[in-house]
Structure formats: structure tokens, C-alpha cells
Nanobody
Framework: QVQLVETGGGLVHTGGSLRLSCAAS????????RGWFRQAPGKEREFVAS????????KYTDSVKGRFTISRDNAKNTVYLQMNSLKPEDTAVYYC?????????????????WGQGTQVTVSS
């Protein structure tokens, strides 16, 4: 069993920044691919960003390209999501996920473990 714990959410104004962290513990492998997803009220969970086990491959949904950066520190078993130039439409609960593969993916069904989520609210 792997545990993923997200931290770093909060309330910011439009244009502000936040950095989310996702720490893994338990039966995990430091080089498994990880992803960030988000879910706004009344909407389905959607892909935000993902990173391969080595960190060499990253993917982003179009709406966050150029504003968000995903990175990882395998020594700390932690993945980060740096979010800049935040917009009200970024408001959602952000979830970290891990898949038992070093290859990244964008579909929720490709991930095996999920964190509890952290709320990000961007005020206009």
C-alpha cells in the first residue's frame, strides 16, 4: 500500500503562485511515474500534468502550459507542481497520483494510487 500526501494548497489572488508537493511513503518505488489531476465542483477529474520516473518526460494539459511546472526529487520521493499566474478557473481540488510504471500517462485510469487532495482557490 502506498500513501500519497499532498500539501501546499491554499487561497491566492489571480496572478499569484503556489507550489504543491506530493510525498509518497509505503510500498512505492521512487521512480514510478506521477501525475497531478484536479477536480472542480460539478466537473469530472481532469489531467493537469505528469512526469516520468526519471523526470525526463513531462506532459501538461494545454490550459496550464507555460504557467505550471511539474518536477520531482526521487531522493525525497516527492513530486512538485509549481503553479504561477494562477487564474480563477484553476480553482479545484488537486490530486496527486502514482502509476506502477516509469512511463507517464494522462488518463486517470492509468494510475494506481491517489492522494486525498488539496484545495486550491484562486480569487478574482
Amino acid at each position: 500500500q502506498v500513501q500519497l500526501v499532498e500539501t501546499g494548497g491554499g487561497l491566492v489572488h489571480t496572478g499569484g503562485s503556489l507550489r504543491l508537493s506530493c510525498a509518497a511513503s509505503g510500498r512505492t518505488f521512487s521512480s514510478y511515474a506521477r501525475g497531478w489531476f484536479r477536480q472542480a465542483p460539478g466537473k469530472e477529474r481532469e489531467f493537469v500534468a505528469s512526469i516520468s520516473g526519471s523526470g525526463g518526460t513531462t506532459k501538461y494539459t494545454d490550459s496550464v502550459k507555460g504557467r505550471f511546472t511539474i518536477s520531482r526529487d526521487n531522493a525525497k520521493n516527492t513530486v512538485y507542481l509549481q503553479m504561477n499566474s494562477l487564474k480563477p478557473e484553476d480553482t479545484a481540488v488537486y490530486y496527486c497520483a502514482e502509476r506502477r510504471s516509469i512511463v507517464t500517462a494522462t488518463n486517470t485510469l492509468d494510475y494506481d494510487s491517489w492522494g486525498q487532495g488539496t484545495q486550491v482557490t484562486v480569487s478574482s
